[in-house]
T-cell receptor
Framework: AQSVAQPEDQVNVAEGNPLTVKCTYSVSGNPYLFWYVQYPNRGLQFLLKYITGDNLVKGSYGFEAEFNKSQTSFHLKKPSALVSDSALYFCAVRDMGHTDKLIFGTGTRLQVFP | EAGVAQSPRYKIIEKRQSVAFWCNPISGHATLYWYQQILGQGPKLLIQFQNNGVVDDSQLPKDRFSAERLKGVDSTLKIQPAKLEDSAVYLC?????????????FGPGTRLLVL
């Protein structure tokens, strides 16, 4: 069965520093991986996805993610964090059965301090 | 392009009452999903529609939950009767074709509190 794990409940980083939010996956076959961000009292906003091709995927708001097949990871990164990046981040993998539902991790809360 | 619309945004009810949520997907999107997000967890799929047909409702508690998408556009999710454990955010999402590489776009969600 497809699954993703987000090993950190919370990540704290100072504004201007690089940030990394970790995600590992377990799939049979090739993975389709996604990152979403959730601000308070808002729905999920799509950031980026990996389908195939380059291992470094660029997305919205300056975020990027690195797909690493040997480590089964898909970590979200940003070179310079902003206070406004503080939010809840979810990694997800596409189910490859008869449904194409997203299977989400438990989320990582990113706190960027001024 | 307008996003996924949901209403109401918030709802407070007492247990054993009924409640209904509405979703209007992005125009032209054939696939519609309802997810339940319990506090501290990631969203989990309740039901998926392709046009007006059900693709997957295996995780929908059918003794109390029902959903429909009669004309292949708007959808309604109903809970009757509600239980305390139904307190959650209900997220509607849509994608254009439902193939694996397509992005799902989410609405703002309906936050339900059952007292």
């Amino acid at each position: 069965a497809q699954s993703v794990a987000q090993p950190e409940d919370q990540v704290n980083v100072a504004e201007g520093n690089p940030l990394t939010v970790k995600c590992t996956y377990s799939v049979s076959g090739n993975p389709y991986l996604f990152w979403y961000v959730q601000y308070p009292n808002r729905g999920l906003q799509f950031l980026l996805k990996y389908i195939t091709g380059d291992n470094l995927v660029k997305g919205s708001y300056g975020f990027e993610a690195e797909f690493n097949k040997s480590q089964t990871s898909f970590h979200l990164k940003k070179p310079s964090a902003l206070v406004s990046d503080s939010a809840l981040y979810f990694c997800a993998v596409r189910d490859m059965g008869h449904t194409d539902k997203l299977i989400f991790g438990t989320g990582t809360r990113l706190q960027v301090f001024p | 392009e307008a996003g996924v619309a949901q209403s109401p945004r918030y709802k407070i009810i007492e247990k054993r009452q009924s409640v209904a949520f509405w979703c209007n997907p992005i125009s032209g999107h054939a696939t519609l999903y309802w997810y339940q997000q319990i506090l501290g967890q990631g969203p989990k799929l309740l039901i998926q529609f392709q046009n007006n047909g059900v693709v997957d409702d295996s995780q929908l508690p059918k003794d109390r939950f029902s959903a429909e998408r009669l004309k292949g556009v708007d959808s309604t999710l109903k809970i009757q009767p509600a239980k305390l454990e139904d307190s959650a955010v209900y997220l509607c999402a849509s994608s254009s074709t439902g193939v694996y590489q397509e992005t799902q776009y989410f609405g703002p969600g309906t936050r339900l509190l059952v007292l």
